[in-house]
């Protein structure tokens, strides 16, 4: 397992990052992506990976201006209770302006992306390189089921993925990454793991585990 | 990997059964009472547009009597984006990284699949695993 650089940052922040966020009433309506703060000035990108709650929706910031009215960029909007299960998942309904608050700490992660590439992981990467990302596909980054048991080292985040007829198959899945959200192209990835055995998928209902062991 | 339940003693398997197939997916020992549900269940895991039969932020607790790594207490699961077949081996497989053994109790806001594990984990002449009821996890 590689914990990039950005999980570093991520890791941080949500274990010790306890320091005053941000609120306000917002009069510009928010876009599926957007947020903009009116009348308050968040240092350039000093909010990435935290969480921007308005309404019944929050958002995981991917960047932020600094301006008099910043403007957070955000991968999608998510419902607290009825987090999307895989990337296919429609995103929660735009929220219409009104307060809203930037909570300390950042989002925590537990998406978990597939792909068919080997490539070694690297302290720099960003993204997984190749990720599946196969519109209406059972192998696409889905929500991992995560376990942990008191005062114990490890935490764990566990996935049966079942292919299905959309998929583009065969696949052999050699390499895993864990993100903070479930936007393929925004969210940020914490680890990237190579796989200790691959996994074929080649026929629709073809199943496959990947458990992401982390010791803290 | 502990091997939660000696094939030996598994319902209906044989010593030379595995564990887990191909695609290290923990098989699910529910050859009796519940195995309809799960079959049925597991159906909708091939339609990529239905979200209404997934689990998704159901809370399973485990009893571990005897934990793997020095921790204490029970294990706590929050299921992701999963089907009923598909969460059971992922509580099955995340137990197993906490655990030496089988547990004997189980608890989930989610009826069906306490009784997957419970019967899963319930070995004729081994171990018993009952479902309790969330209100009654020991703090």
């Known amino acids: 397992m590689t ?14 990052g306890f320091v005053a966020g941000y609120r306000g ?45 910043s403007v957070l960029t955000i991968d999608r909007w998510y419902a607290a209770d009825a987090l999307p299960a895989t990337a296919g998942t429609a995103a929660a309904t735009t929220p219409a302006a009104g307060t809203w608050q930037i909570l300390p700490g950042n989002a925590p992660g537990a998406y978990m992306g597939l792909t068919a590439t080997a490539t070694a992981a690297v302290d720099g990467d960003t993204a997984l390189t190749g990720e599946i990302t196969t519109s209406g596909g059972g192998l696409i980054r889905s929500l991992a089921t995560y376990a942990h048991t008191a005062a114990g080292t490890t935490t764990t985040l566990t996935k049966t993925f079942t292919c299905n007829g959309s998929d583009s198959l065969p696949v052999t899945v050699a390499q895993i990454g864990i993100f903070q959200g479930v936007v393929a192209a925004a969210s940020r990835m914490i680890f990237r793991t190579v796989l200790n055995a691959t996994m074929a998928f080649s026929l629709s209902g073809d199943q496959g585990q990947v458990t992401e062991t982390v010791t803290l | 990997m502990p091997r939660l339940i000696p094939p030996e003693l598994g319902n209906g398997k044989r010593p030379s059964d595995p564990l887990r197939d191909r695609g290290s997916v923990p098989v699910l020992d529910v050859s009796d009472r519940t195995h309809e549900l799960v079959g049925a269940l597991h159906d909708a895991a091939l339609d990529p547009d239905d979200d209404t039969s997934l689990l998704t932020g159901t809370v399973v607790m485990l009893d571990n009597p005897n934990p793997a790594d020095g921790s204490a207490g029970h294990v706590i699961v929050r299921v992701g984006g999963s089907t009923l077949h598909e969460a059971a081996t992922e509580v099955i497989g995340s137990l197993g990284a906490f655990a030496l053994g089988m547990p004997e109790w189980v608890a989930s806001t989610s009826s069906e699949l306490a009784d ?18 969330m209100s009654e996890v020991p703090a």
């Open chain 1, 3 to 16: 914990r990039v650089a950005v999980g570093r940052d991520i890791e941080s922040d949500s274990l010790l």
């Open chain 1, 25 to 69: 009433t917002a009069t510009t309506a928010p876009t599926a992506t957007t947020f903009t703060t009116d009348g308050v000035n968040i240092p350039v990108n000093s909010v990435v990976g935290r969480i921007i709650s308005t309404g019944t929706v929050f958002g995981v910031i991917q960047s932020n201006t600094s301006a008099a009215n």
């Open chain 2, 116 to 133: 997957v594990l419970a019967e899963h984990y319930t070995v004729k002449g081994y171990s018993t695993c009952k479902v309790i009821d």
